[in-house]
């Protein structure tokens, strides 16, 4: 998928120069060769034609179909999204739910399966996997690989890095293998983990992104993934912002070329074939507020990076976070029967913030259950709070009891039961 960098390269090298050519294969070696001034000329016609051909596969642009904010970027690319990783709500997108080939994106679901299952203990980050013939990558530079020898064995979280930095296809098939025995019974695993989180335009068909007809996913889908990944794999979700990984004595780079540029950006994925053109899913996080995008299918490395960059920037100056109601505050007071207390305060069980464009003037409104009895437990929701902007809801959150209502004695029951049968 893509080809990898080796030690030799500097990272620097790597990435502005082959992360951001359409082709990493250029920077192979070539037979040197006298400077005379036609081989010069002869050596700059190909970098005029890759321009060209750059320019001749770019994308008209594409507008919007969803903004919660003016003035979006209309993008070069078949579908892009903008999420907000707090509240998962969609700030922006063009052709968000198009079913499109995901390349290595698809690696964000295999190592978000391997993150779940090292943490509920089904896997150690020192077990060992052994590297069968399927697996392994013969030596090719033809697709993206972590070099795992034939036979040879890798520990988990060593294979977990190769996934996410490397973009080990090896290492995909492998730990798959392991933990399914056998690609396609890991794309069962895939599959039921996207339909739990809610990924409706979504089938993976392997580990890995190599291409297939029926492999699919969307730009919404891949956003919620990422956010799962982030929230769900907090301890390992650092490895998605490491620059580089060696393994077998070949370091390689990580193809997100804003991770060398941004220091707001810690993640997630590269991916790229003929098929699925260049695609990026980005997480960047400025003060109190996290992003993800997404950049499906556009025509080099440079314009998904660009685009990324763009969509960013875009998100950051027209969004901002606010606190409709401050945390632990009493927005409310409910009524109990058969308590030993006739009333109990309302409040946020966490803290609250919305992000919204910028300047937008947020209200709010208390809604409480009717009818309740104790008892009452403190931490019950028992109510919510709905937030609105000029007449649309824009959030709520839950309203939960700051105290315990403990029910009444029989003697004060029976009287309470007494008084409310007259009070009717």
Known sequence: ?????????????????????????????????AKTSAAKSAATKPVASKKAASAVNALPPLPAEVALAPNPPALQSKAWLLMDFDSGEVLASANANEALP?????????????????????????????VSENAWCRGTSAESCMYLPL?????????????????????????????????????????????RLGMTHTNFVNPTGLPDPAHKSSARDLAILARAIIKDGAEY???????????????????????????TVDGLKTGHTSEAGYCLVTSSKR????????????????????????????????FEKVTPIAANAVVGTAKVTFGKADTVSAGLATPWMLTVPRGTSVQTA?????????????????????ATSNGKPIGEAPLVAQAEVARSGWLLLAWQH???????
């Open 1 to 33: 998928m893509h080809t990898p960098h080796f030690s030799h390269l500097s990272v620097a090298l790597a990435i502005t120069v082959g992360a951001l050519l359409p082709n990493s294969g250029a920077l192979a070696a070539k037979p040197h060769k």
């Open 102 to 130: 995901p390349a290595s994106l698809t690696k964000m679901m295999t190592s978000y399966i391997v993150e779940q299952a090292l943490r509920s203990g089904k896997l150690k980050p020192t077990d060992l996997v052994t």
């Open 151 to 195: 036979n040879s064995q890798a520990t988990v979280i060593d294979l977990l890095r190769g996934i996410i930095i490397q973009s080990g296809n090896d290492a995909s098939k492998a730990i798959a293998e392991h933990m399914a025995s056998s690609e396609s019974g890991f794309a069962k695993l895939m599959n039921a983990e996207a339909q």
């Open 237 to 263: 979700y650092p490895l998605y912002a490491e620059r580089d990984f060696k393994y077998n004595g070949i370091k390689q780079g990580n193809r997100n070329a804003l991770l060398y540029t941004d220091p």
């Open 287 to 318: 003060n109190d507020t996290r992003l993800i995008s997404v950049i499906l299918n556009t025509h080099s490395a440079q314009a998904r990076a660009d685009q990324t960059r763009t969509l960013l920037g875009w998100g950051f100056g027209s």
């Open 366 to 386: 208390v809604e409480i259950k009717p009818g309740l009895e104790a008892p009452v437990a403190k931490g019950a929701v028992i109510g919510k709070v709905v």
């Open 418 to 424: 007494v008084t409310q049968l007259f009070s009717k």
